[in-house]
């Protein structure tokens, strides 16, 4: 075959291929447009998924009759004019290839009137040479119908999915772009019954109520609110809380300028940010907004514009990093921001929280059922008796303990009800941080045994610990082989000072063997640190007495993270005083 130009028709089928995978993506172009044009109000009516019927109405500037047919043209847009333009775009459209290639690929039908134009005018997107537009009854504002979708690619078609499957994807477009824009009134009907209706949420607690419809009230009510801005950056928007993590990414809405966006980068540095504080596996949940100059920004970097490129990309990484992991480490009891878990989302527990609940069934060694909280943390300065509480001062966040439930659990009444606080979950995360912040500033102080300890081990495990021992001795242990199949061990970290400290090595190594380790030097440690503050951490059925539950709760108030342990499981519940009302049917 001799070389030939392609007809039009066909440019625009294979342009097709890049940005028309199925009705998700005409959605997705035609309300990026309508939110081009400025419209506030965008009405959408789908069928069959998409595959029959999606039209979108808006109430944007319109377009001028006259531009009618070249906005169907390819490689024709009034979005950019140079290449300076192109470096620079504030709006979500620019390649000018939407119209044409769903036309190419649907019958399409374009109904428009500008602002200034006394009727509307409507063309069809079919390529017959004659066509023009003919007036036609409209408000201000566009409406683009597109009828049987791929019905002349047959081949395409056949990639499409059942009804419910697209009418999914289509959803969960229209999802993302109504949390780009709370400003808009969005509504969406499927087969003739209404599946969304968003006001415009101008203030703060509408858009709340956006936000809770559409990704769900447990994720507001377990979500911290952000916006912080640094270097010409500004991040805002909601973090999940760590105990409200998800076993799949399915929560995670990144928006960089309002065009939503995956990124790399984003997902890395958020990652980064929840490292310590998440359940092994477990995702977090966010619905962030990243705001920058546009020029410093690539949004030309994918077909249907789903990845964005930063010119700067070190600065943005660290400063979304530095962030998230600064307000998660405010995320502690009396946290403005923090809301009440309500009780219905307490129980059942996920099935990842669950594997770990053996904990709370450990047989516990005599020694350590002996050490009293208090003594494990000399310093620990408690909290005034109880016959100060009617003081004038503002009562803690937590309040004050008024008994300890089953070894495990420690009630407290504070101003606004009940607390619940699971005491190992807590210990554990309020050790985890001495020993971090102690790792950080001196390194783990150790302190002698009286009598050192040689525990047998198997003889990978000694070969192990020897290859180690600086891991050890920066964890503030001091261990060493003394034969084939055992080990001595001659200080443990002053912290867990009490604690039993063979009890302890097995533990860490068991730990270190299963996680393997290959991970950095640093991360290792983290773990290990963690490790070492789990099992060196109060265990269930100690009794404390209510000095020592007090002197708890206001380290949790002071502990960084201390909403959650070190797997992400939630410390302590609230029980609003108004739930507890609702129990016993008290009106008000
Ligand atoms: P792009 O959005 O990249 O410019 P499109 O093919 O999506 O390309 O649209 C072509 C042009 O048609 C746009 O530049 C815009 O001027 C006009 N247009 C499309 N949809 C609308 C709309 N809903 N309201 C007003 N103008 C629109
Ligand atoms: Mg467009």
Redesign the pocket.
């Known amino acids: 075959m001799r070389i030939h130009r392609l007809n039009p028709q066909l440019i625009s089928q294979i342009a097709a291929g890049e940005v028309v995978e199925r009705p998700a993506s005409v959605v997705k172009?035609l309300l990026?447009?309508?939110l081009?044009?400025g419209a506030t109000r965008i009405e959408l009516e789908v069928e069959h998924g998409g595959v029959r019927l999606i039209r979108i109405h808006?109430n944007?500037?319109?377009?001028h009759k006259d531009?009618l047919l070249l906005?169907l043209s390819s490689h024709?847009?009034?979005?950019i004019a140079s290449l300076a333009d192109l470096e620079r775009i504030a709006s979500l459209?620019?390649?000018?290839?939407?119209?044409?290639s769903i036309a190419s690929v649907s019958r399409l039908t374009l109904i428009?009137r500008a602002t200034g134009q006394d009727s509307g005018w409507k063309l069809l997107g079919s390529r017959e040479p004659s066509h023009h537009p003919i007036p036609i009854a409209h408000p201000v504002g566009?409406t683009?119908e597109v009828r049987d979708l791929f019905f002349n690619t047959p081949a395409r078609r056949k990639f499409l999915r059942g009804e419910r499957t697209e009418f999914g994807h289509l959803e969960d477009v229209v999802k993302r772009i109504a949390l780009s824009r709370f400003d808009v009134e969005i509504k969406l009907r499927h087969n003739q019954r209404p599946v969304m209706l968003l006001h415009p949420a101008n203030v703060y607690t509408e858009q709340e109520q956006r936000l809770a419809a559409l990704c769900g009230r447990a994720f507001r009510e377990n979500a911290v609110f952000l916006d912080q801005k640094a270097a010409g950056l500004q991040l805002w928007g909601w973090i999940g809380l760590p105990a409200f993590s998800r076993s799949q990414a399915d929560l995670q809405y990144f928006f960089v300028n309002r065009r939503m966006a995956r990124d790399k980068l984003a997902t890395h540095a958020v990652r980064q940010a929840y490292q310590d504080v998440l359940y092994q596996g477990r995702y977090p949940a966010f619905v962030l907004y990243l705001e920058l100059d546009p020029s410093l920004v690539d949004v030309n970097a994918h077909p249907a514009k789903h990845e964005v490129r930063f010119r700067e990309s070190r600065l943005v990484h660290d400063f979304l990093f530095h962030t998230l992991h600064e307000v998660l480490a405010q995320v502690r009891p009396g946290t403005p921001a923090l809301p009440a878990v309500p009780p219905t989302l307490v129980t059942p527990p996920d099935p990842a929280w669950c594997s770990h609940s053996e904990q709370q069934a450990m047989p516990l060694p005599v020694q350590e059922q002996m050490i009293a909280y208090a003594g494990v943390h000399p310093e620990t300065d408690p909290s005034p008796p109880i016959a100060e509480q009617g003081s004038a001062e503002e009562p803690p966040p937590l309040g004050y303990a008024v008994a300890q439930l089953h070894g495990i659990y420690v009630l407290a009444e504070n101003a606004a009800g009940l607390v619940l606080v699971d005491m190992h979950a807590a210990h554990e995360r309020i050790t985890y941080e001495r020993l971090k912040t102690s790792l950080e500033q001196e390194g783990i102080r150790s302190q002698p045994l009286l009598v050192p300890i040689t525990v047998t081990l198997s003889r990978r495990e000694v070969q192990w610990v020897e290859e180690r021992a600086e891991l050890f001795a920066n964890m503030g242990m001091e261990v060493a082989p003394l034969g084939p199949e055992t080990v001595i061990i001659r200080r443990i970290p002053a912290l867990l000072a009490g604690a039993d400290a063979a009890q302890l090595l097995r533990d860490v190594l068991a730990d270190l063997l299963t996680h393997g380790t290959s991970t950095r030097m640093g991360e290792t440690l983290y773990e290990t640190l963690s490790t070492l503050a789990c099992h060196g951490s109060v265990r269930a059925n100690r009794q404390l007495t209510l000095v020592e539950m007090n002197a708890l709760l206001r380290d949790m108030e002071r502990t960084e993270r201390s909403g959650q342990c070190n797997h992400g499981r939630p410390t302590w519940v609230q029980f609003k005083l108004e739930e507890l009302d609702k129990l016993f049917l008290r009106g008000r």
Request: net charge negative; no cysteine.
């Open positions: 172009e990026e447009n309508s081009d044009a808006d944007g500037s319109g377009i531009d906005a024709a847009t009034s979005k459209g620019f390649r000018g290839e939407a119209l044409p428009s566009t683009v």
